[in-house]
């Protein structure tokens, strides 16, 4: 069973940046799709970036693209999201998630294609 463990979160202020880990134990060969997703209070689970674990393919949803790096280093079976130019707005739980054991087919990936859940780091931007 892939567990996956998050870590790096934290407060920062406005501008700042943040790395965010994702350790993965178990049978990680078995992902094909992993990612990063954030919730803040009331509001909907909403994606930040994925990346196909094969390919290194990567894809970043729009309210980040230019100010996150998703990235995988496989050796240590860890996910990064580098995350820069921070905004009040960023402020939620960020979870890590993969997919095992079948293929991502949306494009870009939805919440409901991911069967395995961190369980969140918090992540507040002060302005």
């Known amino acids: 069973q892939v567990q996956l463990v998050e870590s790096g979160g934290g407060s920062v202020q406005a501008g700042g940046s943040l790395r965010l880990s994702c350790a993965l134990s178990g049978p990680t060969y078995r992902s094909s799709c992993m990612g990063w997703f954030r919730q803040a209070p009331g509001k909907e689970r909403e994606g930040v970036a994925v990346?196909?674990?094969?390919?290194?393919?990567?894809y970043y949803y729009d309210s980040v693209k230019g100010r996150f790096t998703i990235s995988q280093d496989n050796a240590k079976n860890t996910l990064y999201l580098e995350m820069n130019s921070l905004k009040p707005e960023d402020t939620a739980m960020y979870y890590c998630?993969?997919?095992?054991?079948?293929?991502?087919?949306?494009?870009?990936?939805?919440?409901?294609?991911?069967?395995?859940w961190g369980q969140g780091t918090q992540v507040t931007v002060s302005s």
């Open positions: 998630a993969a997919q095992i054991g079948g293929d991502v087919r949306w494009y870009p990936p939805r919440v409901v294609d991911f069967n395995c």
């Open positions: 990346i196909y674990a094969h390919s290194g393919n990567t």
